[in-house]
């Protein structure tokens, strides 16, 4: 496998002996694309943010491939340590959002590094989803880098409440995390949630004998201090935004063509195509499993089960049902006093996410 281009800090990256090595360095998603002649050609970016890209042959890809799935087997099989819990109030579009990201480690340490190269001193300055940022092109690359870290180390829960739920908050945050790690197989004890200032525990706060025994509550959170908060900060904004252009029928164009990016100059996208896309691999979706294996499931986590003699001898059914996977009641939820015509427009822009390739 031999790089292509060259390091955007200069030099040539070091040549990846194998394709496992190759995916050792990948910090973003791995974009493949195969020439007329065959040949693979693949881009990403590693640890330290420098483009790679280069040429695998079709034994190689498989190997790629393959190394993917069991990295993501070996991650899949850690419990989760952290959950990190913030909301973005709409008033004006009548909702807030409060998403709770799930991470197996501390995220201090990486929104730490990504302050620090903005030129922010951790535990002063924060990253604020809500602040201006069309003249500060530092704080863009900061936001982006928090989507970065919410993208490729977290899973993702938001959900949606009337934007006078704000007193209340504290008991759909806890309601909505029991339908969470229940929905998802997620084992809750051990967990530490972090909730953001702001939101107010319930006063009749019980997990002894519910799925949230042995959840350690942390509310009052503050944000400067537990650095993880900024990422669930971001993810709700965004998830926000997606549902505020559903809601409008209409949604701000931005320019995502250019070199490295797998699209044209000038191709222009909808931003919130753009952030859906962007966390798309980190929400939790409903489980989609093959009946042999259906057996392997909690059944709580109400999986999709597929006949192995459904649709064509590849497993089409189970292929297609995989790429595009319910979202709506998993990785998206709306509490239980959201009106009937809000509920379906949640559920109208969340029902589904789309996880194969979008070149």
Not at 108 to 127: F, M, N, Q, S
Not at 179 to 202: M, R, W
Not at 259 to 285: C, P, Q, S, V
Not at 311 to 319: F, K, L, Q, R, V
Request: aromatic share 6%; hydrophobic share 35%; charged share 25%.
């Amino acid at each position: 496998m031999k790089p292509r281009g060259r390091s955007s800090q200069g030099g040539e990256p070091p040549t990846p002996k194998t394709a496992s090595d190759a995916l050792l360095k990948v910090r973003g998603p791995i974009h493949a694309e195969i020439s007329a002649t065959g040949d693979i050609h693949v881009r990403f970016l590693d640890a330290s943010g420098r483009p790679y890209r280069i040429e695998l042959d079709e034994f190689q890809w498989a190997t790629l491939v393959a190394s993917t799935a069991r990295l993501h087997e070996e991650s899949d099989a850690k419990p989760f340590r952290q959950v990190y819990v913030d909301e973005s109030i709409h008033v004006e579009s009548g909702f807030i959002a409060t998403a709770m990201v799930f991470a197996q480690y501390d995220l201090g340490p990486r929104v730490a590094r990504e302050l620090k190269a903005a030129g922010l001193d951790p535990g002063d300055d924060e990253h604020k989803s809500g602040t201006p940022m069309s003249d500060a092109p530092e704080l863009q690359r900061l936001r982006d880098r928090i989507q970065d870290i919410a993208a490729l180390h977290t899973s993702i829960v938001v959900v949606f409440s009337p934007a006078n739920s704000r007193r209340s908050l504290g008991k759909i945050v806890v309601e909505s995390l029991i339908e969470a790690v229940t929905k998802n197989g997620i084992k809750a004890s051990g967990l530490e949630v972090f909730v953001d200032q702001g939101i107010s525990p319930p006063s009749d706060l019980v997990t002894t004998g519910t799925p949230l025994d042995g959840v350690t509550f942390h509310f009052d959170t503050d944000s400067r201090t537990v650095l993880g908060v900024q990422v669930a900060d971001e993810v709700a904004h965004a998830t926000a935004v997606i549902l505020k252009d559903e809601l409008r029928g209409e949604s701000k164009l931005i320019d995502i063509g250019g070199e490295d990016t797998g699209y044209g100059d000038g191709t222009k996208a909808a931003l919130e195509w753009l952030l859906r896309m962007n966390h798309r691999y980190a929400f939790f979706t409903r489980p989609v499993v093959l009946t042999e294996h259906s057996a392997d499931v909690d059944p709580l986590t109400d999986p999709l089960i597929i006949d192995d003699d459904d649709g064509n001898a590849e497993g089409g059914d189970y292929i297609d049902q995989s790429q595009h996977p319910e979202l709506f009641g998993w990785g998206i939820f709306a509490s239980g006093d959201c009106s009937n015509e809000f509920r379906t427009a949640v559920k109208r822009t969340f029902a589904k996410i789309w996880l194969g390739c979008i070149h």
